[in-house]
């Protein structure tokens, strides 16, 4: 082969281990890109090209080529700690939504009452509807004993003993007893649907009252003031 020859397979080799070797030069030129920091356990700054093991337990910084923050990478928990982190981030979005609830409602009581008479009008509307079946209640209560001194009249036929008396009237007096007892029932229910009313439209009112000053403070502040 001659020197011609020889000189061009040089320089065919030459480009050769050229492009095998720019990947390699290629790759570690990006690997330098991102640089990890940290100060571990003694207090020392560690930097490393890839993520340093001295410092699982706590943030690295990950940094560019220009010393530029680029992201941070979180400590690595322990299946222990991944679940007590976990509880955390459950009770802390519960939290967040039962805040947004109350905020809700406040703002539909808001809506619903713009004033303290608005409430007090539903209030008595309440307590009306309750009061109009304790009257129901109370005539058929009456018509009740009407119709058992008819049967006590029967049963005096029988001297009073309602054990001599026909089964039809037994039976009559017996259902007599269960309704007016259950009347009683009634009643009671009603009178404590009453307290109940009352008690829910005081926890309101005591609610709307801050809430109302709360509303005027706001108007107030941002209302300017008249010349």
């Known amino acids: 082969m001659d020197l011609k020859a020889k000189a061009v397979t040089g320089g065919l080799m030459a480009a050769a281990l050229l492009a095998m070797a720019v990947p390699a030069w290629a790759q570690q030129g990006r ?7 940290c100060i571990d356990r003694q207090g020392r700054r ?9 410092c699982v337990d706590r943030e690295q910084r990950v940094l560019d080529h220009t010393g530029t923050e680029r992201r941070r990478i979180g400590p690595t928990l ?3 700690e991944r ?13 967040r939504a039962r805040v947004a609830e109350e905020r809700r409602r406040e703002r539909v009581l808001l809506a619903r009452y713009p004033d303290e008479a608005a409430h007090q009008a539903e209030r008595e509307a ?3 509807q309750v009061e ?13 004993k009407v119709e058992r001194r008819r049967m006590d009249s029967e049963l005096e036929f029988y001297r009073g003993d309602v054990n001599k008396a026909p089964a039809k009237l037994q039976r009559q007096i017996a259902e007599n007893h269960a309704d007016q007892a259950e009347q009683q029932r009634f009643l009671a229910a009603q009178d404590q649907e009453k307290r109940r009313i009352h008690q829910r439209f005081d926890a309101e009112l005591a609610q ?3 809430l109302w000053a709360a509303q005027r ?3 107030a502040q941002w209302t300017p003031p008249q010349k």
Do not use: F, M, N, W
């Not at 690997?31 to 920091?37: D, F």
């Not at 109009?132 to 009740?144: D, N, P, S, T, Y």
């Open 83 to 95: 679940s007590a982190q976990e509880l955390q981030r459950r009770k802390e979005a519960e939290e």
């Open 132 to 144: 109009e079946v304790i009257v129901v209640a109370h005539k058929r209560i009456q018509a009740l």
């Open 46 to 54: 560690i930097t490393s090209d890839r993520p340093i093991a001295d």
């Open 31 to 37: 690997g330098a890109q991102e640089i990890y920091s």
């Open 78 to 80: 322990t299946e222990h």
């Open 126 to 128: 309440a307590i009306d």
């Open 217 to 219: 403070a706001a108007a």
């Open 208 to 210: 709307l009252r801050q």
